[in-house]
């Protein structure tokens, strides 16, 4: 039988002396410079302002340094992995190692995006901000994961299988003798002896598979509704407004709580509110092209067809499972999650959007659109919409990620997905039963629902910071 993975691997004794070192006086450098300005005071009772600015270079040079030299040994550490025999890498070096496509799919888009960065608008002006690429980084990871997971280049074991023998076992043990597929749990095992590493990978392809295309479906319903409300206002604002604040004043989780239970999913309202709630897309781009291209008869005749054949095709197979060509099929649990997603959402969009458009609709452009003679749909789609990007791809951002923790909270109380689906918050309700004896199944899904949320919220950030300074 195989040896048991360290760490670090055979590389530890060298690498872990270093890291320790230049962390500790990354952590001792970061702290006296949050701490410089109290640590200045001169005998006679105030700052010496060249002292504290001089010393603060000094701090901060060092403070940038030790990061790099993290940042360097890391990368060195990855990269002797990549040489080295997997029993000789250990586990951060096999981890590294397993990602190794996500790691280039990054190096690729970083590289290229920052050399066109001038020709992308406000996604190239991210670039330009730290915090900004720091959450593009973050968010971009497990995008690429999900993608790699999908096509079966990350995962080292079938999420769902389980071995004999590998019931909650440390990270790091080999399997037993005649074990097919990678020889090793990476992150261990769980309750049922399945491998964490490959359904903390495969929890990532869950929360891409419906977290940001439930946000475009909520910001569709919100958008198409919000932008009449504040642009006409009267009677109709009242009504959509009233109905909105209806939704909002139940509290979310308890209101999604109620949307994914057994006995409302028996009633099939989730499939009813699926049948209204993804006619929004279609009546939205149907709105859009029709604004747009209504005095370009055959243009516009062509944009309608393909809209309303396409979109009605999907829409017959994703709210009703009725794909007459069989090709189109959406899981019941899945519908009801997304379903909920998009209902839960759309009031806040619909609120977001309407505060812009009485903002933006008494700008002069709009003024002058409408002395043109423009219609109403032209002046909200073409004219008020694209002005108000900036607020709205910033909440989109945000709203991924209240999407992610909301599915990560169904997941630990057991609803929504299936019970055997490897989404984080299945995994961290299956692994906190042990948590006083083992860290290893609950944590890693954790981290990863924690860090694709922080590079969200930064990425939101990021983008807020460059729409600013349009």
Known sequence: MMEPLSWLGVTGPVFLPLMVGFLAIFAVSLAGLLTLPALSWTPAGGISAPLVAQRGAAVGRLVQLSFLALIALAVGYGVIALILPVQARGILGNLFARFLPVWIALIVTFGLSIRYKRRLGLYGKLFDSTIGMIGF???????????????????????????????????GTPLPKGSEGFGYYILGGDILA???????????LEVVKIAPFATVFAFMVGITLGLPAGYYGGRLDTFLSFLSNLILAFPVILLFYLLVTPEIVLTGIPRYMAGVLFLFPILFLVILF???F???????????????????????????????????????????????????????????????TLDIKTRDYVAAAQTRGEGPWYIMLWEILPNARGPLIVDFCLRIGYTTILLGTLGFFGLGLEPESPDWGSTINEGRKLLSIYLHPALPPALALLSLVLGLNLLADGLREESLRD
Do not use: E
């Open 194 to 204: 399945r491998d964490v590493f490959s359904r903390m990978v495969s929890g990532s």
């Open 294 to 356: 209504f005095t370009q008869p055959a243009k516009c005749a062509i944009y309608l067809t393909v809209t309303v054949v396409v979109g009605f095709w999907l829409y017959l197979g994703i709210a009703w499972n009725a794909d007459p060509l069989g090709l189109i099929s959406f899981p019941p649990n899945l519908l009801v999650v997304f379903v909920s997603v998009v209902f839960v959402n759309s009031p806040t969009v619909f609120r977001i959007v309407r505060g812009l």
């Open 137 to 171: 980084a973050l968010v971009m990871f497990w995008v690429f994961t999900a993608i790699f997971v999908a096509m079966n280049m990350v995962i080292t074991h079938d999420p769902l299988s389980q071995v004999s023998g590998m019931k909650n076992k440390v990270p």
């Open 290 to 292: 029709y604004s747009r």
